[in-house]
């Protein structure tokens, strides 16, 4: 009956495309989607299994995860008031900004950037404030006040550690910028426990405007379980609270994240591991000749090469998965891939010598 279906559909749509995992989901070795190399041992996912079967599955879970913002609030040390949990963090993204932006309203973000926040704020009708990295791939600190003051943005976004560029900003430097912009300030730390960086949620006390975002899919190694968290003080999380996805979180990921935070040397000594290789093969990248590595920040690393999309194809017919991520501004021939285990990580570098 309508052959012009989008007439009828938000316009919005016309500028944003269905998310996509360039060469998918399965591998040999996986690198492309910066997940944790190591799974849940079978000894606690049977732990965590026998809680779970004593839970009503026919009733709904609370409107909010209670549990698991009561578990993730004691493990912080901080009020249960100041967090709330989320099916993945990219749930909590929508909230948030469906919280701060809106037809007429901007949101600054550096390019480039973790691609949801640019594609989130075009559903909304919201006008984004783009400020480029400098050419090494840092955060332009000076460029950032500067269009938050002149465009007098509503909202400033920043992935520190940043997703796809490995890049940190400084504590100091999340701080000056949310203490002197008249803005929201969402600091998405999905890496951060890979980073040299202090975390800035110490400072959600004293900045009323600042949130911070956690995921669960990195570090904790919970990507198929989606969990991930807001911090904030607590009179703007009553507010961020208001366009929640009622009943977003299963018991299943209350459950899980609780017997995980238990077990929190699981964690840590992974991520020791992760920092460990991702070291090692960037001195190993280092000494290949026509490869050109960025030092990282966080557990994935980014290579330039003189033609990545030969290298991702070639790459892909052994079985190993990368993510080509020269699409983005300043990243031309550019490849982004997660630190794996030490065999995996042996066997990319292998081929990458012999390209
Ligand atoms: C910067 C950044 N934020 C958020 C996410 C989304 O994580 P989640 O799995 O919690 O939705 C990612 C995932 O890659 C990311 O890189």
């Given at each position: 009956?309508?052959?012009?279906?989008?007439?009828?559909?938000?316009?919005?749509?016309?500028?944003?495309?269905?998310?996509?995992?360039?060469?998918?989901?399965?591998?040999?070795?996986?690198?492309?989607?910066?997940?944790?190399?190591?799974?849940?041992?079978?000894?606690?996912?049977?732990?965590?299994?026998?809680?779970?079967?004593?839970?009503?599955?026919?009733?709904?879970?609370?409107?909010?995860?209670?549990?698991?913002?009561?578990?993730?609030?004691?493990?912080?040390?901080?009020?249960?008031?100041?967090?709330?949990?989320?099916?993945?963090?990219?749930?909590?993204?929508?909230?948030?900004?469906?919280?701060?932006?809106?037809?007429?309203?901007?949101?600054?973000?550096?390019?480039?950037?973790?691609?949801?926040?640019?594609?989130?704020?075009?559903?909304?009708?919201?006008?984004?404030?783009?400020?480029?990295?400098?050419?090494?791939?840092?955060?332009?600190?000076?460029?950032?006040?500067?269009?938050?003051?002149?465009?007098?943005?509503?909202?400033?976004?920043?992935?520190?550690?940043?997703?796809?560029?490995?890049?940190?900003?400084?504590?100091?430097?999340?701080?000056?910028?949310?203490?002197?912009?008249?803005?929201?300030?969402?600091?998405?730390?999905?890496?951060?426990?890979?980073?040299?960086?202090?975390?800035?949620?110490?400072?959600?006390?004293?900045l009323p405007n600042l949130v911070v975002l956690r995921t669960m899919s990195k570090a904790l190694a919970l990507a198929g379980i989606r969990i991930g968290f807001a911090i904030a003080n607590p009179a703007l999380m009553a507010e961020l609270a208001k366009p929640k996805i009622p009943f977003a979180s299963s018991r299943l990921a209350e459950i899980t994240l609780t017997h995980v935070l238990a077990n929190y040397s699981l964690v840590t000594d992974?991520?020791?591991?992760?920092?460990?290789?991702?070291?090692?093969?960037?001195?190993?990248?280092?000494?290949?000749?026509?490869?050109?590595?960025?030092?990282?920040?966080?557990?994935?690393?980014?290579?330039?090469?003189?033609?990545?999309?030969?290298?991702?194809?070639?790459?892909?017919?052994?079985?190993?998965?990368?993510?080509?991520?020269?699409?983005?501004?300043?990243?031309?021939?550019?490849?982004?891939?997660?630190?794996?285990?030490?065999?995996?990580?042996?066997?990319?570098?292998?081929?990458?010598?012999?390209?």
């Amino acid at each position: 009956m309508h052959n012009d279906i989008q007439r009828l559909l938000n316009p919005a749509l016309q500028n944003i495309a269905t998310y996509k995992v360039e060469g998918g989901q399965q591998a040999e070795i996986k690198l492309n989607q910066n997940e944790s190399p190591f799974d849940v041992p079978m000894w606690l996912k049977e732990e965590i299994i026998r809680e779970f079967i004593k839970e009503p599955w026919n009733r709904y879970p609370d409107i909010l995860p209670y549990r698991g913002m009561k578990a993730y609030a004691d493990f912080l040390g901080i009020s249960p008031d100041s967090v709330m949990m989320s099916n993945g963090s990219n749930e909590m993204l929508y909230t948030i900004f469906l919280a701060s932006l809106g037809p007429g309203r901007k949101v600054l973000i550096p390019d480039p950037s973790f691609s949801l926040y640019e594609k989130i704020a075009l559903l909304l009708h919201s006008q984004i404030v783009s400020v480029p990295m400098l050419p090494d791939l840092d955060f332009d600190i000076d460029a950032i006040l500067r269009a938050a003051r002149d465009e007098r943005v509503d909202c400033i976004v920043l992935s520190t550690p940043n997703n796809p560029t490995g890049k940190s900003l400084s504590f100091d430097s999340v701080r000056l910028i949310a203490e002197s912009c008249d803005a929201i300030v969402l600091v998405d730390e999905a890496y951060i426990e890979f980073s040299r960086q202090r975390s800035v949620l110490e400072l959600i006390d004293g900045l009323p405007n600042l949130v911070v975002l956690r995921t669960m899919s990195k570090a904790l190694a919970l990507a198929g379980i989606r969990i991930g968290f807001a911090i904030a003080n607590p009179a703007l999380m009553a507010e961020l609270a208001k366009p929640k996805i009622p009943f977003a979180s299963s018991r299943l990921a209350e459950i899980t994240l609780t017997h995980v935070l238990a077990n929190y040397s699981l964690v840590t000594d992974a991520v020791s591991y992760i920092l460990h290789e991702r070291d090692k093969l960037y001195d190993e990248l280092l000494a290949i000749k026509g490869v050109e590595p960025f030092l990282s920040d966080t557990n994935f690393l980014i290579i330039r090469i003189r033609d990545a999309r030969a290298v991702f194809q070639s790459l892909q017919s052994e079985g190993i998965l990368v993510r080509n991520v020269s699409g983005y501004h300043l990243m031309e021939n550019c490849l982004r891939f997660n630190v794996g285990l030490v065999e995996e990580n042996q066997c990319l570098i292998e081929k990458l010598r012999t390209l």
